[in-house]
């Protein structure tokens, strides 16, 4: 294909110059000519534009121009999208008992004055990383308090969600032990195994599942499974159903085999009253900090947490900010350790994430610092609670109970005796969003219901859902 020199403005027809924004008229842009576009297809080798899309079926194809209406006007156009916001039953305009991974928790207004602030509201991570030290320190805070909340020895400056920090997290394991099994309990978060068997299946990585027992992970079924292959096993405390794991049996059993116990957290601020998972002997932590300071946002973006010990940190993903001091002798902050694709050798590389969540993170060490170590507390006890009061009511009545005995923290599964996605429809109507029917995981479970109850519900609230349910 020969080169051309691009016409400047002042040489293109008046027809195809851009209109400046300021005259008020939409952009004008130079056609590509039939000349052009054949050009363009005998360089890729196809005698035509329908010849691009020949793999996809033509019922599927659409052979007519786009149905678009007329343009609309700024106030026309934020008015429309006004409606339609309208239309979403969000936790603003709902009472929420869904979880499953997003909680609905309050959010003290200074934690968005203060991350929301423009010095870290527009910075993006940072390359040039010793000219950005506010932002380096606050990255430095964070990996502290997280290390703090979950017993370990190192944090990471955040990763894009639970999710993929759990699926990064086994790749680590796989790393240090260079073994290719990982065992994941059912009780795990549905979606993180779904992501885990999708980031992994490249990698030569076999994930192995574990089914629950009684909604919670059966020590023996791991044992039967446990390999000299296995690089870690991994399980969530408290689990997918809000239910508390025999997590020092399960670190006790990995480690006797040399593999390693990886724990997700989904709901962070249980460590405000459960022993954290470094006590216990978790060797790796990964899970979701949206709880932490994040509002749900109908899904994001979210913020990944991962911290270890130290003894693997060299196999750690992610930024790593470390404290130090200036040829004067004066504190200061850098990134250290970084094992990023972008930095080393690919192949020496330990992951190819080259983002991370850091203004999420930011709020998360802001709600931390506000909350204080008796705050945490507190709000861990309203949650654990009100969920025991939301519990003990629904299922005194007539066709609710419990699906799983033992202890939970503020998620629990309740039998219906109806479907629950039918109640879900019922209660939207008198503006309460309903728990998660599990069937959609767990088709077995295809008459349970996962509810949460949070700090941000109120014993009137928690009365009123009791109340229409009865009336079902």
């Not at 308090?145 to 790749?171: I, K, Q, R, W």
């Not at 932590?285 to 003894?311: C, D, I, K, S």
């Not at 994430?353 to 006890?381: D, P």
């Not at 998620?411 to 109507?429: D, G, S, Y």
């Amino acid at each position: 294909m020969t080169a051309r020199r691009k016409p400047a403005l002042s040489e293109a027809p008046e027809t195809t110059r851009v209109a400046p924004a300021s005259a008020g008229r939409q952009h004008k842009y130079i056609p590509v000519t039939d000349a052009e576009r054949a050009e363009m297809l005998a360089v890729i080798g196809v005698d035509s534009v329908d010849a691009l899309f020949a793999d996809i079926p033509s019922a599927v194809r659409l052979d007519r121009p786009l149905n678009l209406p007329p343009a609309l006007s700024d106030p026309e156009l934020m008015a429309h999208l006004k409606r339609l916001a309208e239309r979403n039953v969000d936790c603003d305009r709902a009472t929420c008992f869904l979880g499953a991974g997003a909680y609905d928790h309050y959010v003290p207004s200074v934690v968005w004055h203060l991350a929301g602030r423009g010095e870290f509201l527009t910075a993006y991570t940072p390359y040039q990383a010793e000219l950005m030290q506010g932002e380096l320190q606050a990255g430095y805070e964070y990996q502290s308090m997280l290390c703090e909340l979950t017993g370990m020895d190192v944090a990471n400056a955040s990763m894009y969600d639970g999710a993929s920090a759990t699926a990064e997290a086994a790749v680590m394991a796989r790393d240090v032990t260079k073994r290719d099994e990982v065992i994941v309990s059912t009780a795990v978060h549905p979606e993180y195994r779904e992501v885990l068997r999708t980031y992994t299946a490249p990698l030569g990585l076999d994930i192995v599942e574990v089914p629950h027992r009684g909604g919670s992970t059966a020590v023996e079924g791991v044992a039967d499974i446990l390999s000299d292959r296995t690089a870690a096993v991994i399980i969530q405390h408290p689990n997918f159903f809000g239910g508390l794991e025999r997590a020092d049996a399960l670190a006790a059993l990995a480690h006797e085999r040399g593999a390693l116990l990886l724990c997700a957290v989904a709901e962070p601020l249980s460590l405000g009253i459960l022993k954290p998972p470094g006590a216990w002997g978790a060797d790796i932590v990964a899970g979701e900090g949206q709880p932490l300071g994040n509002n749900l946002n109908f899904g994001g973006p979210y913020l990944g947490m991962l911290a270890t010990r130290q003894e693997f940190v060299r196999r750690m993903p992610g930024r790593l900010v470390g404290a130090t001091v200036d040829t004067d002798g004066r504190r200061g902050f850098v990134l250290t350790l970084q094992t990023r694709e972008q930095h080393i050798r690919r192949e020496k590389a330990t992951s190819n994430v080259c983002t991370n969540e850091a203004l999420l993170a930011l709020a998360a060490a802001v709600y931390m610092a506000v909350l204080g170590k008796q705050g945490f507390r507190t709000v861990a006890e309203l949650n654990l609670r009100k969920a025991a009061y939301a519990k003990e009511a629904i299922t005194a009545l007539p066709g609710y109970r419990l699906a799983f005995e033992g202890p939970t923290f503020n998620e629990f599964v309740v039998k219906t005796p109806r479907a629950p996605e039918e109640i879900n429809r019922r209660l939207a109507e008198h503006g309460i969003l309903g728990g998660a029917p599990l069937g959609r995981w767990y088709p077995e479970l295809a008459d349970c219901w996962l509810l949460c109850v949070t700090e941000q519900r109120t014993r009137p609230e928690i009365d009123r859902l009791v109340s229409l349910l009865g009336d079902l």
